[in-house]
T-cell receptor
Framework: DVKVTQSSRYLVKRTGEKVFLECVQD?????MFWYRQDPGLGLRLIYF???????EKGDIPEGYSVSREKKERFSLILESASTNQTSMYLC?????????????FGPGTRLTVT | QQQVKQSPQSLIVQKGGISIINCAYE??????FPWYQQFPGKGPALLIA?????SEKKEGRFTISFNKSAKQFSLHIMDSQPGDSATYFC????????????FGKGTKLTVNP
């Protein structure tokens, strides 16, 4: 089974702190994604990576950056956390040009910024 | 052009009833339409998916109906059970394109016992 793991299930940080959210997948997938999920807004794509060291902005990249130094690991960075970044963060992976473009999601990290 | 519109936002159904969630899209280049199911505290997981060359796909109690001319597709859950209570997301993608799924905003389904 594909497994996508996220470093923390719950995280509480203070305004202005630098926050790292880590995601690891074990299926050798090329594509990795970071979403945030908020009630009534669904899943919004923050950043996407289709290869090591490659990244592409999603719909809401402001205030976030990403790092992908190894194929299996994709990190989301909040350079200076703000209260409006309190949210559920979901990581996903998928194979490049897969016959079934299924995205496999991690369990999520619920981040609270106070 | 890239949006997928999903309705209703929330749905309450009695056990044994039929749950229906609808989605509409504009981009005719979309060629794969999955539905994801998310239980509380979990990430979304693929439930069922359809390609536009068929009008219906059924897997157990879950059926996708697809209307290509109307650019609409829907999820039907027959004999709904309390264990089906979850948030459901429709999505669309152009295979061989951007690799990014476009998601609807989700429907929170509650099935009362």
């Amino acid at each position: 089974d594909v497994k996508v793991t996220q470093s923390s299930r719950y995280l509480v940080k203070r305004t202005g702190e630098k926050v790292f959210l880590e995601c690891v997948q074990d299926m050798d997938h090329e594509n990795m994604f970071w979403y945030r999920q908020d009630p009534g807004l669904g899943l919004r794509l923050i950043y996407f990576s289709y290869d090591v060291k490659m990244k592409e902005k999603g719909d809401i990249p402001e205030g976030y950056s990403v790092s992908r130094e190894k194929k299996e690991r994709f990190s989301l960075i909040l350079e200076s956390a703000s209260t409006n970044q309190t949210s559920m963060y979901l990581c996903a992976s998928s194979p490049l040009r897969g016959s079934v473009p299924e995205q496999y999601f991690g369990p999520g990290t619920r981040l609270t910024v106070t | 052009q890239q949006q997928v519109k999903q309705s209703p936002q929330s749905l309450i159904v009695q056990k044994g009833g039929i749950s229906i969630i609808n989605c509409a899209y504009e981009n005719t280049a979309f060629d794969y339409f999955p539905w994801y199911q998310q239980f509380p505290g979990k990430g979304p997981a693929l439930l069922i998916a359809i390609r536009p060359d068929v009008s219906e796909k059924k897997e157990g109690r879950f059926t996708i109906s697809f209307n290509k001319s109307a650019k609409q597709f829907s999820l039907h859950i027959m004999d709904s059970q309390p264990g089906d209570s979850a948030t459901y997301f429709c999505a669309a993608i152009t295979q061989g394109g951007s690799e990014k799924l476009v998601f609807g905003k989700g429907t929170k389904l509650t099935v009362n016992p």
